[in-house]
């Protein structure tokens, strides 16, 4: 009790400094690139701030490194066929080497350290040049990172370039997988065991979207196994995700507000510098949960719109929309 009554007036009377702390634990945590929802953000920063010592530490160490997350798109084309993948009805291509290589050359030396990840809505290691990138990224003074699917891991190759890989797995029940589109379990299981067997677990995150599926055994399964970290994610809640839902998923839409006259509005996103985004054609986004590009043109744009009460359909739905 009686740490409890220091604890409590300490935390209060630094909440400033905590709320500094936060943002840049979200700011720069790898588990960044594990926000496709915004609800994320909240269920990582619970999973950080506690002790409140621990996040100090994370805290200060993180902002050593002093710097953006940067989520590089270079693939909308993907093997597998998820039901909740919005990706699965854009335009399937790669980015292009010249588009890859401006955008890496342009963050030195204004970050001069930053995690890049290599990812957006299509199966990253389908792209050719996959592994040019990585080590790119790597040889350019940056930390490459990236989630993949599990269906074509070259064990030794991610063990030796990425410092930490995320492997998306949302069951370990065959039929279930095969049901939200992830196919072939078994292959994915058994390449995640030959990854584990070269790479120290610890360093791997298993990322779930929850839909609703028994997550009990995939839980235990994961704790087990000794991986670093298990995201569950819930289902993406904005309207240029849940457009593309079908029946088989269980999900209620936001509400909108009724009113003819949309008030200004802003986000954290827009408002300072937390990421950015870089779609497979190159277009520079300040958040990774756009989808539906239409009507936007630069973030400077995007925050005048937002500021005149007009919302693009890529943050329609967005719970990160505040009252400005
Ligand atoms: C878009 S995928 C791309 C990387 C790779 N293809 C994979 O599935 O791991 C990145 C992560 O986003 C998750 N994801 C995709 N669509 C989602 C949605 N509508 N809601 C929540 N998470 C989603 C996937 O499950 C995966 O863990
Ligand atoms: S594996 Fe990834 S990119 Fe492919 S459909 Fe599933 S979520 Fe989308
Ligand atoms: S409101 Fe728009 S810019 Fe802001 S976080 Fe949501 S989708 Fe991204």
């Known amino acids: 009790m009686r740490f409890v009554g220091y604890l409590l007036p300490g935390v209060l009377a630094l909440w400033p400094i905590e709320k500094w702390y936060l943002d840049c634990l979200l700011r720069h945590s790898e588990l960044y690139a594990a926000c496709i929802s915004e609800e994320i953000f909240f269920t990582t920063a619970g999973q950080f701030c506690n002790p409140f010592l621990a996040q100090i530490a994370v805290g200060v160490f993180l902002v050593q490194?002093?710097?953006?997350?940067h989520q590089i798109?270079?693939?909308?084309?993907?093997?597998?066929?998820?039901?909740?993948?919005?990706?699965?009805?854009?335009?399937?291509?790669?980015?292009d080497w010249e588009t890859f290589k401006?955008?890496?050359?342009?963050?030195?030396?204004?970050?001069?350290?930053?995690?890049?990840?290599?990812?957006?809505?299509?199966?990253?290691?389908?792209?050719?040049?996959?592994?040019?990138?990585?080590?790119?990224?790597?040889?350019?003074?940056?930390?490459p990172y990236s989630i993949l699917n599990g269906s074509r891991l070259d064990a030794a190759r991610i063990a030796a370039?990425?410092?930490?890989?995320?492997?998306?797995?949302?069951?370990?029940?065959?039929?279930?997988?095969?049901?939200?589109?992830?196919?072939?379990?078994?292959?994915?299981?058994?390449?995640?065991?030959?990854?584990?067997?070269?790479?120290?677990?610890?360093?791997?995150?298993?990322?779930?979207?929850?839909m609703g599926q028994p997550l009990g055994p995939l839980r235990a399964w994961v704790r087990q196994r000794g991986f670093g970290r298990h995201v569950i994610q819930p289902l993406a809640r904005k309207d240029d995700y849940a457009r593309h839902y079908g029946t088989a998923i269980r999900f209620?839409?936001?509400?909108?507000?009724?009113?003819?006259?949309?008030?200004?509005?802003?986000?954290?996103?827009?408002?300072?510098?937390l990421m950015r985004f870089y779609t497979?054609?190159?277009?520079?986004?300040?958040?990774?949960?756009i989808k539906d590009t239409t009507g936007i043109e630069s973030i400077p744009q995007l925050k005048q719109s937002l500021a005149r009460g007009e919302v693009p359909p890529g943050c329609s739905g967005c719970s990160e929309l505040r009252p400005l």
């Open 65 to 69: 490194l002093g710097n953006l997350f």
């Open 73 to 95: 798109e270079i693939t909308t084309r993907c093997n597998f066929s998820c039901s909740y993948c919005a990706g699965r009805s854009m335009d399937q291509q790669d980015m």
């Open 102 to 143: 401006a955008i890496v050359d342009g963050l030195s030396p204004q970050h001069q350290h930053c995690t890049v990840s290599l990812q957006g809505e299509g199966e990253p290691s389908l792209h050719p040049l996959f592994w040019c990138m990585a080590d790119y990224v790597t040889t350019s003074g940056h930390t």
């Open 161 to 210: 370039t990425f410092p930490r890989i995320g492997i998306s797995l949302d069951t370990l029940d065959a039929s279930t997988a095969e049901r939200i589109g992830r196919h072939n379990l078994t292959k994915v299981l058994r390449n995640l065991e030959e990854l584990t067997a070269v790479m120290s677990p610890s360093r791997i995150t298993v990322m779930s979207v929850d």
């Open 252 to 273: 209620t839409p936001r509400r909108q507000p009724e009113s003819a006259v949309r008030p200004s509005s802003t986000c954290r996103f827009v408002q300072s510098d």
């Open 280 to 289: 497979w054609k190159g277009q520079e986004l300040p958040c990774c949960f």
